[in-house]
């Protein structure tokens, strides 16, 4: 197949425009330019340097009335993107990341050329010393974050998605708000036979964080949890996995507060709707075991 054509997608809530002015200018430093570039307000004006600035590519702002969160935000701009028409990969950034290679776009352009059935593209997260977090790392356990090859998820603050992938699958669970939703769009990826690719050699640099370090993140971390299992695995296995994440969770979880409301979104999981059942097939399940997580873990 030919080149594929490549757009960034960025989604800010305008409270960092220092750090969007210095990933968009490692975008326009980037020895493969995008076709398109297209910045979200996510329930926010966006700030004049997003529209002043010298980008290579088209650069469309889209600015929402409210926030829609990480998947919702996303999904706003894949919108926009079907609208033009005119490609065929997305590279999606968190706001206060920073491309600190020129040639990320290239080898994601090459990657995705090389193999028609390449659907997600998971880059190395590490902060300004090169570290990167566990956490960060697609594999179970104390991984070489330096260790590259197809995986069974990849990170949200800086990975490429191909469009017909989208198409097929379908996009971010945007009622998810925050929390899991790659591993949702993962297994669906999975689920429909595309590869997933972590490739180390794509870097990312990003500040340490903690995901607690957002207000919701206990309540809807356990919510999210629960309407996962109950989206995408097989009837048998969503006791195995929600009894894991139970045990794990009281395992690592020192803070009574942290507890509470971990539990108060496990219920709120269970009652409300987790919207459309799609189960995965068994036979994803044992790929998803042999690549290394099982997806009870």
Known sequence: MGAPRIAVAVVTMGNRPEEVDALLRSVAKQDVPPER?????????????????????????????ENLGCPGGRNAALARLREFGDVDVVVELDDDGLLVDADVL????????????????????????????????PRIGGSDPMRGGY???????????????????GDWPAEFFFAHEETDLAWRAADADW????????????PKTSPARHAIYYRVNARNRV????????V??????????????????????GLRAWFGG????????????????????????????????
Not at 151 to 169: I, W
Not at 195 to 206: A, F, N
């Open 227 to 234: 309407w996962l299992a109950r989206r995408r695995l097989p």
């Open 106 to 137: 290239r080898r994601v352009r090459e990657l995705y050329a090389a193999d028609e059935r390449l659907g997600i593209v998971g880059f190395r997260i590490a902060d300004e010393l090169g570290e990167t977090q566990q956490r960060h790392v």
């Open 37 to 65: 570039i297209v910045i979200v307000g996510n329930g926010c004006p966006l700030p004049e340097f997003a529209r002043r600035l010298s980008l290579p590519g088209e650069v469309t702002p889209v600015e929402l009335d």
């Open 236 to 257: 048998a296995l969503v006791p195995v996995h929600l009894g894991v994440w139970v045990l794990l969770t009281l395992a690592r979880n020192r803070s009574a507060a």
């Open 195 to 206: 590869h997933i690719l972590y490739v180390p050699e794509l870097l990312l640099q990003h």
């Open 151 to 169: 995986v069974t998820g990849f990170l949200g603050g800086g990975h490429a998605l191909r469009m017909a992938m989208l198409d097929e699958v």
């Open 266 to 297: 496990f219920m709120e999981g269970v009652r409300e709707s987790a919207g459309e059942r799609r189960p995965m097939r068994w036979r994803t399940v044992w790929r998803l075991t042999r690549l290394g997580r099982p997806p009870v873990i």
